[in-house]
């Protein structure tokens, strides 16, 4: 999980926010989440194929002010790795389509979320997006600026991951395994990670105050991902002591349920481990876009293999969004639902 949450920290680290919530004029459009794969695949098309027709829907319906992509911040990393004309070719799309608008790093949503749970406040496209003003990637001094991040995240992930996946390769889990103790080995993984949480919480409220840690990834230490979220709450939320204790209460009757981020973050994660996969940076950024977007979407567009993890954690149906991929049946699907719209 450490490893997980340094994906995050590291992107705030490189991102200046200033948010700006001025959302009155996207709230009755449809929110479209467009991963790396699938922006690749419109432009990389041609005219006849699916892809491309699903390209020039979106755009058509973006100008009818029918819906809306946001972009991400996991969008600058993912496409900075490729060369500069083709970095920003996938950028200007992306940024005509959303409006202006990004969804925010992990920690702010996360702490948000807790907060408006807490309070009893209205989750709405505030808690998920700012405007973005993140300059594009229109010329090669930005461009090379987010490639050597891009390429500093995946040395430490990978240096970081380096044990963890020696060890699932010698655990690697068969199917009839996975198949009779999936659930266990996701739940298991999951209340731990709560338990952590309380038993923080509980030690803030006994020494009245909190220090944040630092975890020990490979080489490079990080401060620990549930003291940032604390110090959040209680710096920029204002959280009292009464609140921390519903909070408190609120993990111990239903855990990370009703926090989305989280919710999905543990889920995706824990099958990912009961599975034995290993894991690379792709994936991290892959948990990270569920894990921020997928909530608070309409449709969702991914790759197979993240369609496939999703639907088998049942969040299509808790949180009310449609995922597609790649496949033939997926985009004739999505084209004719899109069609629907126009």
């Not at 959303?98 to 979320?113: A, R």
Request: proline share 2%.
């Amino acid at each position: 999980m450490r490893i997980q949450l340094f994906a995050a920290l590291f992107i705030i680290a490189v991102f200046n926010y200033s948010f700006n919530n001025t959302m009155s004029n996207l709230q009755k459009k449809i929110c479209i989440y467009l991963d790396q794969y699938a922006v690749s695949e419109m432009l990389d098309s041609k005219e006849g194929e699916l892809w491309f027709e699903i390209k020039e829907l979106l755009q058509i319906l973006h100008q009818q002010n029918k819906i809306f992509c946001p972009a991400s911040i996991e969008h600058y990393f993912e496409t900075s790795a490729k060369d500069f004309e083709a970095s920003n070719e996938h950028d200007t799309f992306l940024r005509l389509l959303s409006d202006g608008y990004c969804i925010k790093p992990e920690l702010f949503i996360t702490s948000q979320l807790i907060s408006s749970r807490i309070r009893n406040n209205k989750i709405t496209l505030n808690t998920y997006m700012y405007h973005n003003n993140t300059k594009p990637i229109d010329n090669k001094y930005v461009h090379t600026h987010f490639k050597e991040k891009n390429e500093n995240f995946k040395e430490i992930i990978t240096g970081s991951l380096t044990e963890v996946n020696e060890l699932r390769g010698l655990f690697k889990n068969d199917a009839k395994t996975v198949s009779q103790y999936k659930d266990l080995l996701i739940n298991l993984g999951r209340q731990k990670e709560i338990q952590n949480f309380i038993g923080r919480l509980k030690e803030l409220r006994k020494e009245k105050g909190i220090t944040i840690r630092g975890d020990n990834l490979g080489t490079v230490q990080v401060p620990n991902w549930i003291d940032l979220i604390i110090h959040q709450l209680l710096g920029k939320h204002k959280f009292t002591d009464k609140e921390v204790v519903l909070l408190i209460s609120e993990f111990e009757k239903y855990g990370f349920s009703n926090i989305p981020t989280l919710d999905i973050r543990f889920f995706l994660t824990g099958l990912i481990t009961s599975y034995g996969k290993k894991e690379d940076k792709n994936d991290q950024i892959d948990i990270m876009r569920i894990s921020n977007g997928f909530s608070i979407s309409d449709i969702f567009l991914t790759d197979k293999k993240r369609k496939h993890e999703i639907n088998e954690l049942g969040l299509p149906k808790k949180y009310n969004t449609k995922v597609y991929s790649g496949t033939q049946n997926d985009l004739e699907c999505l084209r004719n639902e899109l069609k629907s719209l126009e």
